[in-house]
């Protein structure tokens, strides 16, 4: 009979470094997969009775069981050959996964993928996130960038909320130049520094590489309302995708 439970196995301890734990002695073959810093289970392997899955035929079926971050999909998947509401779980948006080949292998992973994410911790939550773009705003009043990055491509800056490693910012500098001027990459964050001068408080850097320059007439304030849409770049913000396009 056709299981994918070694596949599964070996993938999560190649990716997440987690082996899988048996817990119960009634049920020799149960496997946890759990977040080594929250303890939250992402996956859980079990044979069961097809019987009790509602499922046609004799003996026992390898499944897989995932947490599924939106409601919406979780419904979707068990209208589905190879999916059914989660055996035990069913709470939290958990579903099973036959793992006898009516459901890809690659798959799985990409569910197992979303399980580990929907159940990490707030702080691992952060780190693994999708790379994001944003629009930096910089006040000559406080710092001279444009002369910066005439001596050095790579500086320190304020970090600001949500910004990790490998974050791309767009540096809007203010008035009077009133543009955006510069494309860096994040290369560090979270560096300790304490700064308050009753104007400006920064309580962590982060250091930024210069990767390319714009005219200073191309992203002006006027344009970024009237094109895209912003209207105010008073903190570090996402960006729309037409302005993305336009930048890169």
Known sequence: MTSFREEIIG???KKYGAS??????????????????????????????????GLAGYGAVDILNVKVKD??????????????????????NWVSILLDGTVELCEIERLLDGSFAATASA?????IRPKKEWLVPANPKYYDI???????????????????????????????????LYKCAVTETDIPYRF?????????LMRIKLIKRYA????????LGS????YAVRGPRGIPKSLSDALK
Request: charged content about 30%; proline content about 5%; hydrophobic content about 40%.
């Open 146 to 180: 444009e002369h910066a990055f005439d001596e050095k491509d790579e500086i320190a800056w304020k970090q600001g909320a949500g910004i990790i490693k490998g974050d791309t910012v767009f540096m809007y500098v203010a008035a009077p130049v009133k543009a955006v």
């Open 227 to 230: 094109e895209y849409g912003i």
């Open 20 to 53: 899988p734990e048996y817990l119960w002695m009634r049920y020799p073959d149960y496997a946890v997969f759990r977040h080594a810093d929250n303890g939250k289970w992402f996956g859980i392997v079990m044979d069961v009775k097809r019987s009790k899955l």
């Open 123 to 127: 702080e691992k939550k952060r780190r």
């Open 71 to 92: 409601p919406l999909l979780a419904d979707l998947l068990i209208k589905q050959p190879g999916y059914l509401r989660g055996y035990h779980i069913s709470r939290g």
């Open 196 to 204: 308050d001068d009753g104007r400006l408080q920064i309580r962590a």
């Open 216 to 223: 200073p007439d191309r992203f002006t304030f006027a344009v």
């Open 11 to 13: 993938y999560v301890l």
